[in-house]
DNA sequence: ATCTTAAACGGAAAACATTTCCATTTAAGA
DNA sequence: TCTTAAATGGAAATGTTTTCCGTTTAAGAT
């Protein structure tokens, strides 16, 4: 796994200490991070952290390949780390039960495809569904 | 078509004229509304319209089955109508080059199916591409 | 080791969409 | 009519995201 920097910089972005925390609380984190989380986990760290800052360089980060931008789950806005930079999109599920969101690597849509009657460029999607983890509990009554 | 007084009583609303011209509206347009749209037209005919009665009108309706809400598309949501009142979840998709809005009506997601190790209980999308109208002038060379 | 400069930053404030609160009005059944 | 719960408008709050601007800083050049 490459280290922060090399990331950022292989980007063409100046590596700052900032920047070098977010990457690394993306790359330590098992969820998608709102722009708030990471704020809040920043402020940890640096004390006159700003909100403006942290979605300069959440929305740069999302531009250059190093994270990816997750909408639709309510009005809050997500990112995640893309496993590899610049792997295309992605779609997330959420469990209705426990609130863990998960990627989905497998898309019955493709880009470039027809749909109802366009051509496709570019295509979001939001699941809702209960996890593998919640189902066997529900199973277990445990509801 | 059943008249806007019949469709909102049927749902177990009070029928009032602000309801009944929102569903009118509905019914007349060709497109989603957001919120602003139709308080931009119900101040035509009620000048004093408020933006909550808008916003709590058309989640009303949405609740009821008579609206559908479509998020996702940048930041601001739109409402349209459902075809037969309470006929599930619809998907859209908008043209990059004139901006137009289209229901999709065929879907590749079923609610219940496995997906990712989840159990699918609702799922949103938003797809953007080109219009069948866009690209054929494209392909004229019309840009 | 400095210099220089564009990039990055923090902070205040603005911009929006949406929601809450509350007092008033109104539709609809009695 | 009367009564009442539902619906409404207006002001204000909330919460997210963006803009503006002056200051700081990383990074390549000197």
Same mark, same amino acid.
């Not at 900032?18 to 809040?40: G, M």
């Not at 300069?56 to 980060?61: A, D, F, G, P, V």
């Given at each position: ?5 090399? %990331?950022?910089?292989? +980007? ?8 070098? *925390?977010? %990457?690394?609380?993306? *790359?330590?984190? !098992?969820?998608? !991070?709102?722009? @708030? ?5 920043? !402020?940890? $760290? ?13 929305? &740069?980060?999302?531009? @250059?390949?190093?994270?990816? @931008?997750? +909408?639709?789950?309510? $009005? ?5 780390? =893309? ?6 999109? $992605? ?6 039960? =426990?609130?863990?969101?998960? @990627?989905?690597?497998?898309? !019955? ?21 209960? =996890?593998?983890? =919640?189902?066997?509990? &529900? ?5």
């Amino acid at each position: 796994m490459p280290h922060s920097d090399e %990331v950022i910089r292989a +980007a063409g972005l100046k590596v700052t200490p900032v920047r070098r *925390a977010i %990457v690394a609380l993306f *790359a330590e984190s !098992l969820r998608p !991070l709102t722009p @708030r989380d990471v704020h809040v986990r920043l !402020l940890e $760290q640096f004390s006159r952290s700003g909100l403006p800052g942290v979605y300069r360089n959440l929305e &740069t980060l999302a531009e @250059r390949g190093i994270l990816f @931008r997750i +909408a639709g789950f309510g $009005q809050v806005r997500r990112y995640a780390l =893309c496993p590899k930079p610049g792997s295309g999109h $992605q779609h997330h599920i959420i469990c209705v039960a =426990c609130g863990r969101i998960d @990627r989905i690597d497998e898309c !019955l849509y493709h880009d470039g495809m027809m749909v109802g009657g366009y051509r496709l460029l570019s295509h979001t999607m939001q699941f809702e569904g209960v =996890c593998a983890s =919640c189902l066997s509990e &529900t199973n277990n009554g445990q509801s």
